[in-house]
């Protein structure tokens, strides 16, 4: 089975810290990606990444950036947090970028409070 | 746009009965994809349709594709109080180059025990 683990699954942080959120998959997959979600809003992609150090801008990038050093781990880091970055962040992998015709394995989430 | 949209939004029924959500997308589709959300957990793939195909089954879930009318369908049948939670739907155009999903807000599904 394929696990998709997030380094915590509750954070509070104060603006303007630097916040990492890290994520790891074990089952080398090409892709990993970053989304977060609000009420009413859905999930929204923040970016993703098809290989190590390769990395693009989902719909939502400003005030984020990302790191892929390793192909199991994707990191989302929030240069200076701000109290509109509350929300919940999800990251998922899935094997093969071009056809989209398979699945996407989600982690448990991070529900990241700025105060 | 990409998104699906859910509809209802919110859906309460009774342990036994089933339940059924629908999906609306605006674009040509290759595929649809239906994930489940249980509260403050990540998605779970539940199941993929084909542009192609009319109806897939998997166990209790029925899923409908109409892409005449763009749009697609859920059925859980004899819902258990175990199937709370959101569910989404995700089109899938390839012609568009982008290589993620898009969720939209999901239908939120109660079962009563």
């Known amino acids: 089975d394929v696990k998709v683990t997030q380094s915590s699954r509750y954070l509070v942080k104060r603006t303007g810290e630097k916040v990492f959120l890290e994520c790891v998959q074990d089952?080398?997959?090409?892709?990993m990606f970053w989304y977060r979600q609000d009420p009413g809003l859905g999930l929204r992609l923040i970016y993703f990444s098809y290989d190590v150090k390769m990395k693009e801008k989902g719909d939502i990038p400003e005030g984020y950036s990302v790191s892929r050093e390793k192909k199991e781990r994707f990191s989302l880091i929030l240069e200076s947090a701000s109290t509109n970055q509350t929300s919940m962040y999800l990251c998922?992998?899935?094997?093969?970028?071009?056809?989209?015709?398979?699945?996407?394995?989600f982690g448990p989430g991070t529900r990241l409070l700025v105060l | 746009s990409q998104q699906g949209e859910e509809d209802p939004q919110a859906l309460s029924i009774q342990e036994g009965e089933n339940a059924t959500m629908n999906c609306s997308y605006k674009?040509?589709?290759?595929?649809l994809q239906w994930y489940r959300q249980n509260s403050g957990r990540g998605l779970v793939h539940l199941i993929l349709?084909?542009?192609?195909?009319r109806e897939k089954h998997s166990g209790r879930l029925r899923v409908t594709l109409d892409t005449s009318k763009k749009s697609s369908s859920l059925l859980i049948t004899a819902s258990r109080a175990a199937d709370t939670a959101s569910y989404f739907c995700?089109?899938?155009?390839?012609?568009?180059?982008?290589?993620?999903?898009?969720f939209g807000s999901g239908t939120r599904l109660q079962v009563q025990p």
């Open positions: 995700a089109p899938v155009n390839m012609d568009t180059g982008r290589r993620a999903l898009t």
């Open positions: 349709i084909r542009s192609n195909e």
């Open positions: 998922a992998s899935s094997l093969f970028p071009e056809t989209l015709q398979e699945t996407q394995y």
């Open positions: 674009t040509s589709i290759n595929n």
């Open positions: 089952m080398d997959h090409e892709n």
